[in-house]
């Protein structure tokens, strides 16, 4: 059974930094990859980063290009979100998600394509 959870969230100034953490159990394909996305009250949910099984490859949303890396370490089934330079529109729940299956690169942040989920943490960033 996949499990993921988060960790990392909470409230931060306008110009830090904050670094989410995703714990992944149970993942067992090979071309099994992750995600972080991020949902505001009242908006949609919206794909942030998504980073390939071996994190060789990685892709983001052009909001955040530049300011967040997403990264993640298959020996501790971890994957990472670091923020860097957050504004306040970044505020949103966060939340991991993982997928088994083979998609191109330019659907890794279509949310319909993740079967997984965790329960989301929750980034607050003040101007």
């Known amino acids: 059974q996949v499990q993921l959870v988060e960790s990392g969230g909470g409230s931060v100034q306008a110009g830090g930094s904050r670094r989410l953490s995703c714990a992944a159990s149970?993942?067992?394909?090979?071309?099994?990859?992750l995600a972080w996305f991020r949902q505001a009250p009242g908006e949609e949910r919206e794909g942030v980063a998504a980073i390939s099984r071996t994190g060789g490859t990685t892709t983001y949303t052009d909001s955040v290009a530049g300011r967040f890396t997403i990264s993640r370490d298959s020996t501790k089934n971890m994957v990472y979100l670091q923020m860097n330079s957050l504004k306040p529109e970044d505020t949103a729940m966060y939340y991991c998600?993982?997928?088994?299956?083979?998609?191109?690169?330019?659907?890794?942040?279509?949310?319909?394509?993740?079967?997984?989920w965790g329960q989301g943490t929750q980034v607050t960033v003040s101007s």
């Open positions: 149970g993942l067992t394909s090979s071309s099994s990859s």
């Open positions: 998600a993982a997928r088994q299956t083979i998609i191109p690169t330019s659907r890794w942040l279509r949310d319909v394509e993740y079967k997984y």
